[in-house]
């Protein structure tokens, strides 16, 4: 089983960590002496007895700093992403400490470039060893090894959900030793006895985890079955039965004795992630709006001389919570004097040559930096839609304004996916909603390569326009 074996796991994970975390000064005390003196190094300057003893005693702070945030528990189901992120903010935290140490210490001759290097070198090793342990083990679940032996408790349409859940993700190492229900179901596997046998079924068996996935009208058998589990010392998990309702990653707050789950809790609401991405967004669109400025200019001459009317399009867009704003974007369109309720097609004769090119490779678009400059839109998020469709479309999607609780973006996540243009709109909700579910500083870097290497040629596709615009204009959404 696997808790037999999980003790020494973790103490091998301990000292291995703290081995490479020692090895990364030695290595960095190599590099920054043989730069600075060549043939004749003096390795007095990085490994006298006290820089070597302050080393040795941060590296132990630095490996219980892991152990506090969780880096030593099961990282079975922990996203890689997530993991790396971690390891790269605790370990820039204790740098910085270490460096506030040195200089009140007085230890002016250790050298910053000498510790800068010991941070880099240090990251990358921790990184590299847990992305490799995970293949390792990925690599041996497959085969057989380090598998965690579950029981299910219940047989209905969440015992089957999980079940297909666990199959779908061998590489994590769950194997269904059987279910425990009153009535036996096919497909579901070995049915190992009823609820009031379980007790002793745990107790007769090798199980690692119990996942309790109860039907609502089975709730007055949750008493019993947490008490046999909690009776034999297993490990329990419970599968809520509303939980096609709640998202990824629910908050769970407590008001006295009673327990209360937020269903619409997302990362960005966090007010350091929502000061990161502004961030990221102030920063990007300057550099963007610097390096694009000169295509700009030329764009906005070509707009000029392509067909008489205005340079910019502007159109009325909803943003976060529900506020409208207007979005710019280069016209690509002749100005039509009367309301035009059409389809925008590859063929549109409203188009000008030069609004068909701009469109193909979405320089259109560009305008757009500035809506995220002046903090209406984001660089990543839910494309925007017209006030009309926003109306229409809440009335007939679940969830759909669900979009609104972030800030639109000039790419996203449905975007790179190919749902932009005359595609589904259920299928561009889900993937809204699963973006703003999971956020991370890694997804948005991760949707903007994609745009910028994947997703800048544009398939004009079928799109309906605005009724009251006068510039008929269509947005590739």
Same mark, same amino acid.
Request: net charge positive; charged share 20%; glycine share 4%.
């Given at each position: 089983?696997?808790?037999?074996?999980?003790?020494?796991?973790?103490?091998?994970?301990?000292?291995?960590?703290?081995?490479?975390?020692?090895?990364?000064?030695?290595?960095?005390?190599?590099?920054?002496?043989?730069?600075?003196?060549?043939?004749?190094?003096?390795?007095?300057?990085?490994?006298?007895?006290?820089?070597?003893?302050?080393?040795?005693?941060?590296?132990?702070?630095?490996?219980?700093?892991?152990?506090?945030?969780?880096?030593?528990?099961?990282?079975?189901?922990?996203?890689?992403?997530?993991e790396v992120v971690l390891i790269i903010f605790v370990n820039t935290v204790c740098f910085l400490?270490?460096?506030?140490?040195?200089?009140?210490?007085?230890?002016?001759?250790?050298?910053?470039?000498?510790?800068?290097?010991?941070?880099?070198?240090?990251?990358?090793?921790?990184?590299?060893?847990?992305?490799?342990?995970?293949?390792?083990?990925?690599?041996?679940?497959?085969?057989?090894?380090?598998?965690?032996?579950?029981?299910?408790?219940?047989?209905?349409?969440?015992?089957?959900?999980?079940?297909?859940?666990?199959?779908?993700?061998?590489?994590?190492?769950?194997?269904?030793?059987?279910?425990?229900?009153?009535?036996?179901?096919?497909?579901?596997?070995?049915?190992?006895?009823?609820?009031?046998?379980?007790?002793?079924?745990?107790?007769?068996?090798?199980?690692?985890?119990?996942?309790?996935?109860?039907?609502?009208?089975?709730?007055?058998?949750?008493? /019993?079955? @947490?008490? #046999?589990?909690?009776?034999?010392?297993?490990?329990?998990?419970? &599968?809520? !039965?509303?939980?096609?309702? *709640?998202?990824?990653?629910?908050?769970?707050?407590?008001?006295?004795?009673?327990?209360?789950?937020?269903?619409?809790?997302?990362?960005?609401?966090?007010?350091?992630?929502?000061?990161?991405?502004?961030?990221?967004?102030i920063l990007v669109s300057l550099a963007a709006i610097i390096l694009t400025s000169p295509l /700009?200019? @030329?764009? #906005?001459?070509?707009?000029?001389?392509?067909?008489?009317?205005? &340079?910019? !399009?502007?159109?009325?867009? *909803?943003?976060?919570?529900?506020?409208?704003?207007?979005?710019?974007?280069?016209?690509?369109?002749?100005?039509?004097?009367?309301?035009?309720?059409?389809?925008?097609?590859?063929?549109?004769?409203?188009?000008?040559?030069?609004?068909?090119?701009?469109?193909?490779?979405?320089?259109?678009?560009?305008?757009?930096?500035?809506?995220?400059?002046?903090?209406?839109?984001?660089?990543?998020?839910?494309?925007?839609?017209?006030?009309?469709?926003?109306?229409?479309?809440?009335?007939?999607i679940p969830l759909y304004l669900v979009r609104q609780q972030v800030r639109p973006g000039i790419?996203?996540?449905?975007?790179?996916?190919?749902?932009?243009?005359?595609?589904?709109?259920?299928?561009?909700?889900?993937?809204?909603?699963?973006?703003?579910?999971?956020?991370?500083?890694?997804?948005?870097?991760?949707?903007?390569?994609?745009?910028?290497?994947?997703?800048?040629?544009?398939?004009?596709?079928?799109?309906?326009?605005?009724?009251?615009?006068?510039?008929?204009?269509?947005?590739?959404?």
């Amino acid at each position: 089983m696997i808790k037999k074996y999980q003790k020494t796991f973790n103490a091998i994970n301990v000292i291995s960590d703290y081995v490479l975390i020692f090895l990364s000064y030695v290595i960095a005390g190599l590099i920054r002496v043989g730069f600075m003196y060549g043939d004749n190094p003096n390795l007095e300057l990085a490994f006298n007895k006290k820089y070597l003893s302050l080393i040795a005693i941060f590296s132990c702070f630095l490996i219980i700093t892991y152990a506090f945030t969780k880096l030593y528990r099961s990282q079975r189901v922990l996203q890689l992403a997530k993991e790396v992120v971690l390891i790269i903010f605790v370990n820039t935290v204790c740098f910085l400490m270490l460096a506030s140490i040195l200089y009140v210490l007085r230890y002016t001759d250790f050298s910053r470039l000498m510790l800068f290097i010991f941070y880099c070198i240090s990251t990358a090793v921790i990184v590299t060893k847990r992305i490799i342990l995970r293949m390792v083990l990925r690599y041996y679940r497959k085969k057989g090894y380090n598998i965690k032996h579950i029981v299910i408790v219940g047989n209905g349409h969440l015992a089957f959900e999980y079940k297909k859940s666990v199959e779908k993700e061998a590489h994590l190492g769950f194997k269904i030793a059987g279910y425990v229900s009153k009535v036996s179901k096919e497909n579901l596997g070995k049915q190992l006895g009823s609820y009031e046998n379980l007790s002793d079924i745990l107790e007769n068996n090798e199980v690692d985890e119990v996942v309790i996935a109860l039907e609502p009208h089975e709730n007055i058998y949750m008493k /019993m079955v @947490i008490s #046999a589990c909690e009776k034999q010392g297993v490990r329990t998990n419970i &599968i809520p !039965f509303y939980n096609d309702y *709640i998202p990824s990653h629910p908050s769970v707050y407590v008001v006295g004795n009673t327990k209360l789950i937020n269903i619409r809790s997302i990362p960005l609401d966090n007010p350091f992630n929502a000061f990161y991405k502004r961030a990221f967004d102030i920063l990007v669109s300057l550099a963007a709006i610097i390096l694009t400025s000169p295509l /700009m200019l @030329i764009i #906005a001459i070509g707009v000029k001389l392509s067909s008489p009317g205005p &340079i910019l !399009f502007k159109q009325k867009r *909803i943003g976060l919570n529900k506020k409208p704003f207007t979005m710019y974007k280069f016209r690509s369109m002749r100005i039509t004097d009367k309301e035009n309720t059409a389809w925008t097609t590859d063929n549109d004769p409203r188009k000008t040559k030069f609004g068909a090119l701009i469109r193909k490779y979405s320089c259109d678009e560009l305008p757009q930096l500035f809506n995220v400059l002046f903090n209406s839109m984001s660089i990543v998020g839910p494309r925007p839609e017209i006030p009309h469709h926003v109306e229409h479309f809440k009335e007939e999607i679940p969830l759909y304004l669900v979009r609104q609780q972030v800030r639109p973006g000039i790419t996203g996540w449905a975007q790179v996916n190919g749902f932009r243009g005359d595609t589904s709109i259920e299928d561009r909700i889900k993937y809204d909603i699963w973006y703003i579910e999971n956020w991370t500083w890694l997804l948005d870097l991760k949707i903007l390569f994609m745009t910028i290497f994947g997703g800048m040629s544009n398939k004009e596709q079928l799109v309906k326009t605005d009724k009251k615009d006068k510039t008929t204009e269509v947005e590739e959404v």
